[in-house]
Every structure is written in C-alpha cells, then in structure tokens.
C-alpha cells in the first residue's frame, strides 16, 4: 500500500492542487474521499489526523501536512529525481524564481480567485447568498494580477521562467473554475499571454486526469 495517503475532495482547490503535484512526480498515492459537505467528514480514520475537518490532509509516512502548498514544495524536494524535476527548480535563482510567483499566487491571485470561485460556483450549491459586491470587488483585483501577468507573460513561456513549475501549478484549481465561468472567462480570454499560458498549463495531462477524478460523483458513506 502506498504510503503516501491524500484525505479530501478533488473538488477542493487545496485537494487538486496536491494531486497534480503528485501526478507531476508520477508518486504513487491513496486518495481517501472525503466530500466537503457530507457526513464523510466525520470518518474516524480522517478526524484522528485532523479533528477540526480541514479541506486537506496529506500524509506521507509519519510526516502530516495540511498546506497544499507546502505539501507541494515537499514532494518536488523529497521526489526530486522522480517524474518532472522542474517544477521547484535545479538551481538558486530557478527556485528563488519560482517562490517569488508562488508567494504572489498565494497572497494576490488566491484571495481574489477564491472569493470568485466560492460566490460564482459554491454558493448556490450550498444555497447561500451570493455577495455580489464581493464579485465586483474581486474581478477588479484579479484584473490588475493578470495585467501582471500578462506583461511577465511577454517574456517567458511560463511565471518563473520557460518550463512548467510549482508556480504555474498552483494556480490550476481556481483558474479552472473561473475560465468555466461565464462572468469570470473574459479575465483570461482578454488577454493573449495570460490566456495563452492558461490553455498550455490547463492541457497538461497531470491536469486533465485531476479535472477526471472532479467529475467523479462522491463517494456516499
């Protein structure tokens, strides 16, 4: 059995970015459902790793982690010579490089992309209000993040630089749900670079089998 174990949802943004990562590194991982908004997420085996029922929970021999970003910092780090070996970097100035962009998913793209993602596709799942000033609001900040990068995006194939890393692979989760959106799709579709980076980093097969196992219906307990 392996004994690297993923506890959640794909459909969590936290959830699928790990498991790109992982199909990245070509790792051999246990993926054990838990959905979101079921009862799943009182199952013992999970409550005993993370009693207050966070969306992510990852385990790798006795190491337990909840970061999904720092979840993905370790397999690139630990699996370094497995699957793809760019996604943090072969030197000092790639790495820096690419922590540079994903400090700048986490603290400018995330919050924004979140919010929109939560009011335009979670909200009427859950059957709660949409914050429609929160919509607004967030489509202006996203905005200016992607005249960021679509300038960045002039000079280099991807964020840190020519190939695919962590940097990019972070941003699939929520980039996804708002390119499927038909409020949110003009925010990449406007501009070239970005859009361009966007269908390269959405095409890759890591991606694709994560966007699969989302359609997946959930698993009932």
């Excluded at 079921?38 to 909840?66: H, I, S």
């Excluded at 009427?124 to 489509?139: A, N």
């Excluded at 960045?152 to 941003?171: I, M, P, Q, V, Y």
């Excluded at 929520?174 to 980093?201: G, M, Q, T």
Aim: charged share 30%; with cysteine; proline share 5%.
């Amino acid at each position: 059995m392996a004994s690297v174990k993923v506890f959640g949802s794909p459909t969590s943004a936290e959830v699928a970015r790990v498991l790109t990562c992982l199909f990245e590194k070509e790792i051999e991982f246990q993926l054990i459902r838990v959905d979101n908004y079921k009862g799943q997420r009182r199952l013992p085996e999970y409550l005993k790793l993370q009693p207050f029922g966070q969306a992510l929970t990852f385990e790798d021999g006795k190491l337990t982690l909840v970061d999904s970003r720092e979840i993905c910092r370790h397999l690139a780090d630990k699996y370094a010579d497995q699957g793809n070996r760019d996604l943090l970097g072969s030197g000092t100035l790639e790495r820096a490089s690419i922590e540079q962009w994903l400090q700048t998913e986490a603290q400018n793209f995330d919050p924004p992309s979140s919010a929109l993602v939560f009011n335009l596709a979670f909200a009427p799942l859950l059957r709660l209000d949409q914050d429609w000033e929160v919509v607004e609001q967030s489509m202006k900040k996203l905005g200016k993040v992607l005249d960021i990068y679509e300038r960045r995006l002039d000079e280099t194939d991807f964020l840190a630089g020519n190939k695919f890393t962590l940097a990019d692979l972070s941003h699939l989760p929520n980039a996804h749900r708002l390119v499927a959106d038909d409020k949110c799709r003009s925010l990449f579709k406007s501009r070239k670079k970005v859009y361009r980076w966007w269908e390269a980093i959405s095409s890759r097969p890591s991606w694709k089998r994560v966007v699969r196992m989302q359609q997946e219906p959930p698993h009932i307990v």
